[in-house]
T-cell receptor, first 112, second 109 residues
Framework: DVKVTQSSRYLVKRTGEKVFLECVQD?????MFWYRQDPGLGLRLIYF???????EKGDIPEGYSVSREKKERFSLILESASTNQTSMYLC???????????FGDGTRLSIL | QQQVKQSPQSLIVQKGGISIINCAYE??????FPWYQQFPGKGPALLIA?????SEKKEGRFTISFNKSAKQFSLHIMDSQPGDSATYFC????????FGKGTKLSVKP
């Protein structure tokens, strides 16, 4: 079974802090994704990566960056956290395009 | 053109009934249409998916109906059970997934 592990289930940070969210997958998947999930808005793609050191912006990349130094690990970085970034963050991976995405259980991030 | 419109936002069904969730899209380049199921505190999990070369796909109690000319697809849950209570997301993809906003399904015993 594919396992996507997000390092924290809950995280509380202060406005202006630099925040790192970590995600690891164990199935040698090429593609990895970061989404945020907000009530009534569904899942929105922040960034994705289709190879090590490769990244592309999704629909809502402003205020975020990502890092993929190893194939199994994809990090989401909030450069200077703001209260409007309080959300559920979901990481996913897939073998390639148009293949099932496997999700982690999410990190609920609160910015105070 | 990138949107996927999902309805209804919420749905209450009696045990044993049929749950129906609908989605519509605009981009005719989409070629992969999955449905995801999400329980509270968990990430979404793939439930069933269809590609546009077929009009229907069935897996157990779950069926996707796909209407290419109308650019619509729907999820039918037959004999709905309380354990089906969850949030369901449709999605469409050419490269990256575009998700609908979700339907919260409650199945009453």
């Amino acid at each position: 079974d594919v396992k996507v592990t997000q390092s924290s289930r809950y995280l509380v940070k202060r406005t202006g802090e630099k925040v790192f969210l970590e995600c690891v997958q164990d199935m040698d998947h090429e593609n990895m994704f970061w989404y945020r999930q907000d009530p009534g808005l569904g899942l929105r793609l922040i960034y994705f990566s289709y190879d090590v050191k490769m990244k592309e912006k999704g629909d809502i990349p402003e205020g975020y960056s990502v890092s993929r130094e190893k194939k199994e690990r994809f990090s989401l970085i909030l450069e200077s956290a703001s209260t409007n970034q309080t959300s559920m963050y979901l990481c996913a991976s897939s073998t390639s395009w148009n293949q099932p995405q496997h999700f982690g259980d999410g990190t609920r991030l609160s910015i105070l | 053109q990138q949107q996927v419109k999902q309805s209804p936002q919420s749905l209450i069904v009696q045990k044993g009934g049929i749950s129906i969730i609908n989605c519509a899209y605009e981009n005719t380049a989409f070629d992969y249409f999955p449905w995801y199921q999400q329980f509270p505190g968990k990430g979404p999990a793939l439930l069933i998916a269809i590609r546009p070369d077929v009009s229907e796909k069935k897996e157990g109690r779950f069926t996707i109906s796909f209407n290419k000319s109308a650019k619509q697809f729907s999820l039918h849950i037959m004999d709905s059970q309380p354990g089906d209570s969850a949030t369901y997301f449709c999605a469409a993809s050419r490269r990256n997934l575009i998700f609908g906003k979700g339907t919260k399904l409650s199945v009453k015993p």
